[in-house]
């Protein structure tokens, strides 16, 4: 079963995502800022991580950065979830090293659709 | 930020609705946290923490209002944001204007929630308020006066995005290259100075790009040709570069299918270039985060944010969620098992210690063990005090601003704590007495400095648990109650009065229906109608409420609760046959009936002489009908006692056979369990497995006394 690292400060938004990947058969492990997913992320691998942006503590971007810096995370998919679809913010995380972005607000079948494209 | 509308209720297949009740919590405590981050926060020089968190806040709602389908809150959340991600960028100052309009977008926010929770049906008005924020993110000053309506140029006050009125455009506007960039600002003059124009804001932090250029976010019902012929009064023709914004699927650069909400970074994808390219912008969104902001951002995000840490542990890890019915069904299992161990405690009273040293042993230790689990799930339900004090800060600085007083709130004891279902029905009563104390007890500035008394006036809310009550208190050092005015005042209604009466008796007046003596009608707390409705609430929760006050220095109101409504502490008294329970925080005394003392007045009954008293006497056995034991023949008849009561400072005598004892009873409900019975408040089991009733001390004195 792939596992999927699920990162936002936000408790509804979580179970949402979780709700809905738990539900499509992937394991979730939900973390509520950058620190927390990064110290989860030392503990265990995952097939993807999916990340908010504005967090406290560590935002998106940081924990992106961290991420890469671990062997364990080189390669893994990360994709980083906004609410503005600006160039800045994108260019932001490509240079961070993400895999690719999800504008919030999105719904469920669309999460699941960009998740089945990164997850092999 | 395009398309905020509901998308997230277009899939089917999937049913949010369930992470509504999560969401509305988690909105609610963010809605809190914001406010109390406005009202601490440092005007003149704003934390970064602070203003980072009070931005999360508006995103997060908003995140969460555009997934779960909330529109309203969106649109609103979505200009907050805009305004807090540039304060937080410090490319706008904070001033005291932007806190309150902060404040009331917060109000606002919880409006729109309540409606979509089913709470209110009112939609709140957002127009005027969304054009303020709009205002101000471009930069503007709000004079205080300005928050009244229409002190908003028509420009700002733009219907809300996403929707735009028909023939209205939404324009991305390159300006450069340029040698300086407040050249530019120009711009944003023309609109300011043309309200019909529309509306202008920057979407870039304010300085040139690496190509000399700034860019703008237009919204207008003019055509290209208009706009260029008025910018060009500021800059050259040729500088000025217009172009629609596309609808945000039309152009995400890196997207490899036609959609923009989300795309990888594959490397094939051409990233944009050219920056005259209209793509390159065409999805910029105002208040996008700025390239020039991403070192300071990083940095920032590395700083502790204790605040806000706090807020996210409250949020999950430390605490779960449960519902009240839940923990009422704990409380209740818990209440029959007291019984349950009442009861064998009774059975085995009077066996033989050595015979059965181990059975007793047990039952003793049942007994220390559910009381225990008893105190361990009433504190399931107590919570603190700080859930009713921490909407006082907010209400005292809107009291202050609108009754032009200065006002300090002290607040002591918040953690003190309390019955979640006392507390819910003790904010009415306090908002009441906090609004009375800034209205009419503090003296305004002039008065308070003409009597040589600090200009800021001080009220202190204080709770503290004492004994098995809990006691809030109400304090200010204002002018007092002055009591020539109340005896006059009851005078004029026809009340009984004497200038000799004690200062408690005086005081005691202003509790008596539609009682006041403010001078002047205000909208802040009315005229005078409610000290009686404050103690009739609070009786009802089976408190009292006292008032102590001195002219010119102040006055305290005393507020005592019970810790809890589902036990009591009880005096069981024997009727005849029966057992009653009567709350023993009504007992005053109790003595046994000797000949003459009770007196026959005319046909209204008999009363009492106690300690100079006169009181009504009531025989419970008459009252509630229970038959009478007969006293066995030849013996006297058995002395009755007499109890004496009180609720609401008025006091009877009850004629009873007997005191069984004191104990604390658990409360069962009468009216869900059977029905509303005269005189009687509740009813408990006994350890024998009988049921008393317990009487409604407070019910029974107003019949008596009338």
Do not use: C
């Not at chain 2, 810790?563 to 005053?588: F, R």
């Amino acid at each position: 079963m792939h596992s999927i690292l699920a990162v936002d400060d936000s408790a509804s938004m979580r179970q949402m995502v979780a709700f809905t990947l738990k539900g499509a058969g992937y394991n979730v492990i939900e973390a509520a800022d950058g620190q927390e997913a990064l110290d989860k992320a030392r503990g265990e691998t995952v097939d993807l991580v999916l990340t908010d942006q504005n967090m406290p503590r560590m935002d998106g971007i940081t924990l992106v950065q961290n991420l890469r810096t671990l062997a364990t995370y080189a390669s893994t998919p990360i994709l980083i979830l906004t609410t503005e679809s600006s160039d800045e913010m994108k260019a932001k995380g490509r240079a961070a090293g993400a895999t690719g972005w999800l504008v919030k607000p999105f719904d469920p079948g669309k999460l699941l659709d960009v998740v089945r494209k990164v997850i092999r | 930020m395009g398309d905020v509308t509901n998308q997230g209720l277009q899939q089917g297949a999937f049913d949010l609705t369930q992470f509504y009740a999560v969401f509305f919590e988690e909105a609610g405590e963010n809605l809190a946290n914001m406010e109390a981050l406005l009202l601490d926060i440092d005007v003149a020089e704003p934390g970064d923490e602070e203003l980072n968190a009070v931005f999360r806040v508006a995103h997060s709602i908003k995140g969460g209002a555009a997934t779960f389908g909330f529109s309203d809150v969106t649109v609103l959340t979505h200009e907050l944001e805009t305004l807090l991600d540039r304060l937080r960028r410090h490319e706008l100052t904070l001033d005291s204007v932007m806190v309150d309009v902060l404040l009331e977008a917060g109000d606002v926010v919880r409006a729109q929630l309540a409606r979509h929770q089913g709470s209110t049906d009112v939609v709140p008005e957002t127009g005027e308020l969304i054009g303020r924020i709009k205002l101000l993110a471009t930069g503007a000053k709000l004079a205080p006066a300005a928050r009244a309506a229409g002190a908003v140029p028509a420009a700002a006050a733009a219907p809300a995005e996403p929707a735009l009125p028909p023939g209205t455009r939404r324009l991305h506007v390159r300006v450069g290259p340029l040698e300086d960039a407040s050249v530019a600002d120009n711009l944003a003059e023309l609109f300011r100075d043309i309200p019909s124009l529309g509306t202008i804001a920057a979407t870039d932090t304010g300085v040139l790009d690496a190509e000399g250029f700034r860019r703008f976010l237009v919204t207008t019902t003019s055509p290209d040709s208009e706009l260029v012929e008025l910018f060009s009064f500021h800059v050259a023709r040729e500088q000025i570069l217009i172009e629609p914004q596309p609808a945000a699927a039309a152009a995400a650069p890196a997207a490899p299918e036609e959609d923009a909400s989300f795309g990888l970074f594959t490397d094939t994808a051409a990233p944009p270039a050219a920056p005259s390219a209209p793509a390159a912008v065409a999805t910029a969104a105002p208040a996008a985060e700025a390239p020039a902001a991403a070192a300071p951002a990083a940095a920032r995000a590395a700083e502790p944010r204790a605040r806000s840490e706090k807020a996210a542990a409250n949020l999950d890890s430390n605490t779960l969620r449960v519902s009240v019915e839940r923990v009422d069904q704990l409380i209740n299992l818990v209440g029959e098992l007291v019984i349950t161990q009442a009861m064998l405690t009774q059975q085995v009273k009077d066996l033989d210690p050595a015979q059965f040293r181990a059975l007793l042993g047990g039952v003793t230790d049942l007994e220390r063990n559910t009381r225990h689990l008893q105190e361990a799930v009433m504190s399931i339900r107590m919570i603190p005090m700080s859930f009713v004090f921490n909407r006082f800060p907010r209400m005292i600085r809107d009291l202050a601003a609108k009754l032009d007083k200065k006002i300090e709130l002290k607040m002591v004891g918040e953690a003190t704590e309390l019955d979640k279902g006392l507390i819910e029905k003790i904010v009415d009563p306090l908002t009441h007495l906090v609004r009375n104390s800034a209205d009419h007890g503090l003296e305004t500035t002039d008065k308070r400095l003409a009597a040589g008394k600090p200009e800021t006036g001080t009220i202190t809310l204080a709770a503290s648990h004492q004994g098995g009550s809990i006691l809030i208190e109400v304090r200010d050092d204002g002018q007092g109650l002055r009591r020539d005015r109340i005896l006059s005042k009851a005078r004029e209604r026809g009340l009984p009065v004497r200038d000799d009466m004690s200062d408690a008796e005086v005081w005691a007046l202003i509790w008596e229906a539609g009682f006041s003596t403010a001078d002047k009608v205000s909208d802040v707390s009315g005229r005078g109608v409610g000290m009686d409705v404050v103690r009739r609430n609070i009786a009802a929760l089976g408190g009292t409420v006292e008032l102590e006050s001195t002219e010119g220095q102040g006055t305290r109101v005393s507020v005592r609760l019970p810790l809890t409504l589902a036990i009591m502490d009880g005096m069981s008294i024997g009727i005849g046959d029966e057992t009653y329970i009567l709350p023993l925080a009504s007992v005053i005394e109790s003595f046994q009936v000797e000949e003459g003392m009770i007196q026959t007045v005319g046909s209204s009954g008999r009363v009492v002489k106690v300690r100079d008293e006169y009181m009504p006497v009531v025989a419970l056995a008459d009252e509630f009908r229970v038959p009478r034991l007969a006293p066995p023949d030849g013996a006297a008849a058995v002395p009755e006692i007499l109890v004496i009561v009180e609720a609401d400072g008025k006091r009877l005598a009850a004629i009873v056979d007997e005191l069984l004892g004191q104990h604390q009873v658990v409360v069962k409900n009468l009216e869900s369990n059977y029905r509303r019975v005269r005189d009687i408040s509740g009813a408990t089991i006994l350890g024998d497995g009988r049921v008393a009733l317990i009487i409604d001390v407070s019910s029974l004195v107003k019949r008596a006394r009338h």
